[in-house]
């Protein structure tokens, strides 16, 4: 059997029973760490979800591309990256579009000056992962800075992969990290400061 899963490999033909056990085995235990890498670049829980959902319908797609023994995260990371871009762009050249019938219904309703916020929990989650005060110095960076910070120092990537998921050279990636680094320290400096640090 390993010896003809290789074979069908080699040749990039996937049965359906392969692809399905490549995708579970290779992809999903990866499922969380998609999440949180894409609602820090969204901010947005739906916004969050749906690209996940994007990015595992085209790993699905392309899993024929993907090499088996490689670093399976890190090539999520990069359609996940990518679905990202292409989807900022997309959005930044639409104009805004606001509900005037999702707007006008909350003002009258009885319940506008006493809205409830409901809790959601994976965001919670993600929030607590790092502290409130790192997380919103982190999410006020550029997405450029925000991701390498996320990637590296979150994640695990090596400066290697790093290269691979943002399509960028090394060097590049040592820069946009040491620069990032420094607007994060910027952020927390203050903070720092009030909890009794020495900057």
């Not at 104009?95 to 809205?115: G, I, L």
């Not at 925000?146 to 691979?164: N, P, Q, S």
């Amino acid at each position: 059997m390993i010896v003809a899963m290789s074979e069908t490999l080699a040749n990039n033909e996937y049965t359906d029973d392969l692809r399905y056990e490549v995708f579970n085995r290779e992809f999903m235990p990866h499922i969380d760490s998609m999440y949180n890498f894409a609602f820090r670049l969204t901010m947005d829980e739906d916004d969050a979800n749906d690209l996940v959902q994007d990015t595992y319908l085209k790993a699905f797609r392309f899993i024929s591309s993907f090499e088996q023994g490689t670093n399976a995260k890190a090539w999520l990371f990069r359609i996940l990256k990518n679905s990202f871009i292409n989807d900022y762009r997309k959005k930044s050249k639409e104009p805004s579009k606001v509900d005037y019938q999702e707007v006008e219904t909350t003002y009258n309703s009885e319940e506008a000056s006493d809205t409830t916020y409901t809790v959601d929990l994976r965001a919670d989650a993600v929030q607590e992962l790092i502290g409130d005060e790192v997380a919103n110095a982190l999410n006020a960076l550029p997405v450029d800075f925000r991701t390498v910070i996320i990637l590296c120092d979150i994640e695990g990537f090596t400066y290697e992969e790093m290269a691979k998921i943002l399509d960028i050279p090394i060097g590049t990636v040592r820069s946009r990290l040491h620069r990032a680094r420094n607007l994060l320290k910027e952020k927390l400096r203050s903070y720092a400061s009030s909890m009794g640090y020495d900057s």
